[in-house]
């Protein structure tokens, strides 16, 4: 019994020192990808009153590329961005809800979480974009709400997007 408990001091050992003898910088250099376009959101806030729509601008530094994804089965899919909450006062399903399917909806093999907005980047430097978001008319005063979303690139998609938008609910 005493043996067991050696070999498993020492394996621990072992392992722990290895470990610990190994490189720590986890930085990896950012390569360029190819035909893709780094993009922002042009609005930093919108506005909006509860029932009513409202949409705000992509805004590419570069056309991107038609191609087809055989893995993700779309036609056309250079503009792929991912939306996902990350703050805000307003309630998902009370306040507001997505019209656009969750990342992994679309494919399991994209292992993020958030909601899957694709478009064609390849027609036009500027994307407007509505209808991803019902805006709920609960019917109670409740003052203004809002709502934090973050935009990401999703799986390898060409269009390079890290922004956030701010939406203002009023009653």
């Given amino acids: ?8 001091s020492l394996l621990a050992v072992v392992v722990g020192l290895t470990l610990a003898s190994c490189d720590q910088d986890v930085s990896v250099p950012d390569i360029p990808r190819e035909n893709s376009s780094a993009a ?6 919108v506005s909006v009153q509860e ?7 992509i805004e590419q530094e570069n056309l991107v590329e038609e191609r087809f994804d055989g893995q993700e089965f779309f036609d056309v899919v250079s503009g792929q ?5 990350i703050g805000g006062t307003a309630t998902l399903d009370e306040d507001f ?3 656009i399917p969750k990342i992994f909806d679309v494919s399991p093999f994209l292992l993020q979480d958030g909601y899957y907005y694709g478009y064609d980047a390849s027609v036009s430097l500027e994307h407007i974009v509505n209808n991803v978001i019902t805006i709920i008319n609960d019917g109670q005063t409740e003052g203004t709400e809002t709502i934090e979303l973050q935009f990401f690139p999703v799986g390898i998609a060409s269009v390079i997007i890290n922004d956030t938008l701010i939406v203002e609910i009023n009653d």
């Fill in 1 to 8: 019994m005493k043996k067991i408990v050696n070999i498993k």
């Fill in 40 to 45: 922002i959101v042009k609005e930093e806030t």
């Fill in 51 to 57: 029932g009513n729509t409202f949409s705000f601008t």
């Fill in 81 to 85: 961005i991912g939306i996902r909450v």
């Fill in 97 to 99: 809800s997505f019209n």
